[in-house]
């Protein structure tokens, strides 16, 4: 069966940089964008970005432009993400989850989910 | 603040109806970009329930449904259960620059 499983807790200083893993099995893993969406307490969920496994390219939300950068081994079908100069506000689950590259991104839905990782920063 | 907009709760007593709305604009939702629902269970990962506005995956019990109109969407809960008390996201796509995916604000679902 699909699985996307994701690397453990982390905790981190304010400036830091996390790296995030999502080791993926049960399917072609080029054949399917891994996107990052993210959920901080109690709130929503908030769409980072994608890559393509296939190519390597990426798409990022503005809003984490400059301080995002995902990749991907397609060796050992794992998706990273790797953020970096945390604040206190990036404390979030991070989660990722697999789209279709087949069909167009305007009819595109996430599945499955990795199961998510808590990433606190504190000082 | 999110782009789609959901009402925060709703509640029903077990075996009623409930629905859900998430309201986009022209760029979302009244582009004709499809809609999809996300069910969230406290402490666990968003389960896929509903794509492409009203197909159910394999597994999703015919109790929940799907729709879309303009630039809305809704999800109908029938028959309404204690284990579908969670937190529901609609999601789809926005053509505004650099927007990509989106996602509602989120409802939660209370069973009384």
């Known amino acids: 069966q699909v699985q996307l499983v994701q690397s453990g807790a982390e905790v981190k200083r304010p400036g830091a940089s996390v790296k995030v893993s999502c080791k993926t099995s049960?399917?072609?893993?080029?054949?399917?964008?891994i996107h990052w969406v993210r959920q901080a307490p109690g709130q929503g969920l908030e769409w980072m970005g994608r890559i393509n496994p296939n190519s390597g390219g990426t798409n990022y939300h503005r809003k984490f432009q400059g301080r995002v950068t995902m990749t991907s081994d397609t060796s050992i079908t794992t998706a990273y993400l790797e953020l970096t100069r945390l604040r206190s506000n990036d404390t979030a689950v991070y989660y990722c989850?697999?789209?279709?590259?087949?069909?167009?991104?305007?009819?595109?839905?996430?599945?499955?989910w990795g199961q998510g990782t808590l990433v606190t920063v504190s000082s | 603040q999110s782009v789609l907009t959901q009402p925060p709760s709703v509640s029903g007593a077990p075996g009623q109806r409930v629905t859900i709305s998430c309201t986009g604009s022209?760029?979302?939702?009244?582009?004709?970009?499809?809609v999809h629902w996300y069910q969230q269970l406290p402490g666990t990962a968003p389960k896929l329930l509903i794509y492409?506005?009203?197909n159910r995956p394999s597994g999703v019990p015919d109790r929940f449904s799907g729709s879309k109109s303009g630039t809305s969407a809704s999800l109908a809960i029938t028959g309404l259960r204690a284990e579908d008390e969670a937190d529901y996201y609609c999601?789809?796509?926005?053509?505004?620059?650099?927007?990509?995916?989106?996602f509602g604000s989120g409802t939660k679902v209370t069973v009384l």
């Open positions: 022209s760029s979302n939702i009244g582009a004709g970009h499809d």
């Open positions: 989850a697999r789209t279709w590259r087949e069909v167009p991104a305007s009819t595109n839905w996430f599945d499955p």
């Open positions: 999601q789809t796509y926005d053509d505004s620059p650099n927007d990509y995916y989106v």
């Open positions: 492409g506005n009203i």
């Open positions: 049960g399917y072609t893993f080029s054949s399917y964008y």
